[in-house]
């Protein structure tokens, strides 16, 4: 209640119109249709609270005797009241029936409300139901005693009632209510829109208000406002605020402004009255000119702005733009604004200077004053490339990273980065380009980039790919199942695997001096070899991992036909020189005959790791390595040809020069003299020898004996 007198002092427009704000009635209950002898209490307030002062009633606009600020009547009519420092409040008319049927309607009722209607039987015991209408229309029913909610009712002349059906033992009638109308009261007056000042300046602000005020009782109601210039909005809309700020009104703007004022929920818009605004013209003055970008600095290539603008000044407006030293015009625009542009695309060196402008408007022309524009030249995008000492960057290779940019002013910043992370830096005081120098590890793989800065916003390069190769690392034979005792027909897995490595990877498997098969990785790993056992599986098995960076040979691995696997911590190359002898010395013939199976085989491939020369994947034969002059060999028995029906076995003895006789021969001398000379003796088995075995005691048949030649082994295994 407080709140609502508060808000009737406040209450804008009253006061200012000359009208005092409204008193307003409560009725108590709070219905505007009662059964006859009962009693409604009145209550008149106005915006001080008691009323201060005698209170004037009116009945039926006769004025009544009552001076206090409650009464209780009884009589039907339209009653008001009036206070000492408010003006009439509405009348509201309350009836008393002695129908044994009344339709109630509360009270009071604003625009936009919810309105309660209750259909009231006189000492109604019995529910039953109860139809309500509006202007003969139904709109609904109850059984209840309850009223029923009409939504957003409005400033109309609808009458409404209700039926209801009653009965006794001997018959049944329908009851009908008196037509009522619903007294709604208006929410809030239309607005008023005034202007201050009401004859405004051209170029200077303008405030418009739309005023209009809520009555007490309604002082939560939310309102929008919205203004508008002939039919046009202004600012952005529809607004929760009265005040409309114009920054700046111009003589163009001189029209008829007028407002609108609604609820949130749209129930109630009102309009206020148009009010003529006239725009009062001045002369130019305080002309000054602005470069864009700010500070008058500007980078080669981007668009030069020169904004000329007056701090007052109306009507059409002529600006000029000038550079000092010239006389040409840069440009001119005539238009009814405060300020105007000039777009110079595209600046070059030769666009630096000290630029003005000039604005008139009848009066003359008034000068800004000098502005300095500078140009500097961005950074283009800089080139990276990567420079290695070969075709294919291997690790431990130097490279360098070299990163220019084609222009830009000095000093300029280069960043050097692997992924996303910074290598270093360098300089170019000078401009031009820089170089970083990078050694490279397994880890460099990837993308590379660098930036250029010189203050101007720094530029990236694309990335570039650098893969770094890893030669393959000792690889691991392992053989499956492993702790077994093998027999002839099982399939024993051959299992070889280089830890490290960039692939493709080309893996040969060996046992004893035999190429079992060679497989291509090519995605890297390891790689296996089915073997079928078709003779005794043991001896010694080793594999070679090569990725063209060099060959690694894994450990031997011993597999003893009685039981179990061993390994020994010797690479697998002792059979292979041993072999490579043999090559050598045996007579070609015999070799040929009986060792068919040797020639497929790569002897030196798991010596030294070539680092340069590249493996190829093609099915034929792997690449050789270079055999060394000088290997220390043992005596080495092996069976060349256990396949055939006729055993044939060679008995290898080796001889090793001195020290010092190798030191006093030349290597070619040794190579082509045959300084080492390896003896061979063939045996075979006779064909009348039922045992089968070998005569002792010398060659028993001159056609059992092979021809021997002296060959230089190392010449021979390197053309092997």
């Known amino acids: 209640m407080l709140l609502w007198l508060l808000l009737l002092i406040l209450a804008p427009g009253r006061e200012q119109s000359g009208l005092a704000p409204k008193a307003f009635l409560l009725l108590t209950p709070p219905w505007s249709t009662h059964f006859k002898g009962q009693k409604v209490t009145l209550k008149c307030r106005d915006s001080r609270y008691p009323a201060w002062g005698d209170v004037s009633w009116y009945y039926n606009k006769n004025l009544m005797r009552e001076e206090s600020g409650e009464i209780q009547i009884k009589k039907s009519g339209y009653y008001k009241c ?42 109604e015991k019995i529910p039953s139901e109860k139809i309500y209408y509006k202007d003969g229309k139904k709109l609904g029913s109850t059984y209840s005693t309850e009223a029923i909610i009409l939504n957003s009712v409005s400033l109309e002349n609808s009458k409404y009632h209700c039926t209801v059906s009653r009965k006794d033992f001997w018959s049944s009638w329908k009851e009908t209510s008196k037509p009522l109308r619903i007294q709604v009261q208006e929410l809030f007056p239309p607005p008023v829109l005034t202007a201050s000042p009401s004859q405004p300046i051209e170029g200077s602000p303008v405030a418009l208000k739309c005023e209009t005020w809520l009555p007490p009782q309604k002082s939560d109601t939310q309102l929008q406002f919205c203004f508008f210039r002939e039919d046009q909005a202004l600012g952005s809309g529809w607004s929760s605020s009265s005040e409309l700020q114009i ?45 864009q970008p700010s500070g008058g600095q500007l980078i080669e290539g981007e668009n030069l702005v020169l904004i000329c603008s007056v701090a007052k000044g109306t009507g059409t407006i002529t600006f000029s733009w000038h550079r000092e030293g010239t006389i040409r015009i840069l440009g001119r625009k005539t238009q009814r604004s405060l300020s105007a542009e000039l777009r110079i695309p595209t600046v070059k060196e030769s666009d630096a200077g000290r630029y003005y402008c000039a604005a008139d408007n009848i009066h003359g022309p008034i000068l800004s004053k000098l502005t300095m524009v500078t140009l500097r030249i961005p950074m283009s995008r800089p080139v990276l490339t990567i420079r290695a000492p070969k075709a294919q960057a291997v690790v431990g290779d130097v490279v360098e990273l070299r990163c220019e940019a084609w222009r830009g002013s000095p000093p300029i910043l280069y960043q050097f980065y692997h992924e996303d992370a910074t290598l270093g830096r360098s300089s170019a005081p000078s401009g031009g380009g820089a170089s970083f120098n990078l050694s490279l590890t397994a880890e460099h793989s990837g993308n590379y980039s660098c930036e250029a800065d010189n203050g101007l916003g720094a530029q990236h390069s694309d990335r570039v790919t650098l ?70 599986p043991s001896g010694n098995y080793s594999c070679a991992a090569d990725n063209g960076l060099g060959i690694q ?20 190359l002792l059979c292979n020189a041993a072999l490579a002898f043999i090559l050598c010395h ?9 060792s068919r199976r040797l020639l497929d085989y790569s002897p030196n491939e798991c010596q030294e790791p070539s680092l340069s020369k590249p493996f190829s994947t093609d099915t034929q034969e792997p690449t050789h390595s270079e055999l060394p002059a000088l290997m220390e060999l043992q005596p080495v028995y092996s069976n060349v040809n256990p396949g055939d029906s006729d055993l ?73």
């Open 82 to 123: 009036k206070t000492q420092v408010s003006s009439f409040s509405d009348p509201v008319h309350v009836e008393f029936l002695s129908d044994w049927l009344i339709l109630q309607a509360s009270h009071p009722v604003f625009e936009g409300d919810k309105v309660l209607l209750r259909c009231l039987g006189k000492e």
């Open 247 to 291: 920054s700046a009104i111009w003589s163009e703007d001189s029209s008829s402004y007028w407002c609108q004022a609604k609820t949130v929920t749209h129930s109630v818009i009102k309009r206020s009255l148009k009010s003529q605004i006239l725009v009062q013209r001045v002369p130019v003055s305080d002309v000054n000119l602005e470069i």
């Open 553 to 572: 040979c894994s450990e031997v691995v011993m597999l003893n036909f009685t039981g179990g696997l061993s390994t020994t911590g010797t690479p697998g």
């Open 467 to 536: 893969n770094v190769t890893v030669p393959v690392s000792r690889p691991v034979l392992t053989l499956n199942p492993a702790g077994t005792q093998p027999v002839v027909g099982d399939v024993l897995e051959l299992r070889c695997e280089a830890q490290r490595g960039s692939p493709p990877i080309l893996y040969w498997f060996y046992h004893d001096n035999a190429t079992l098969g060679k497989i291509l990785a090519p995605f890297g790993g390891g790689t296996s070899f089915n073997l079928s056992l078709t003779a005794q």
């Open 586 to 594: 045996i007579p070609s013939d015999t070799l040929l005959k009986n």
């Open 648 to 720: 044939v076995y060679s008995q290898v003895r080796s001889t090793q020069p001195t020290k010092e006789h190798l030191a006093n021969s030349p290597r070619m001398h040794w190579e082509h003299e045959g300084s080492t000379v390896i003896y061979s003796e063939v045996k075979k088995t006779h064909p009348d020898d039922s045992a089968g075995q070998a005569s002792s005691g010398g060659w028993a048949h001159e056609d059992a004996t092979e021809s021997y030649e002296n060959v230089p082994c190392a010449s021979m295994a390197l053309d092997h």
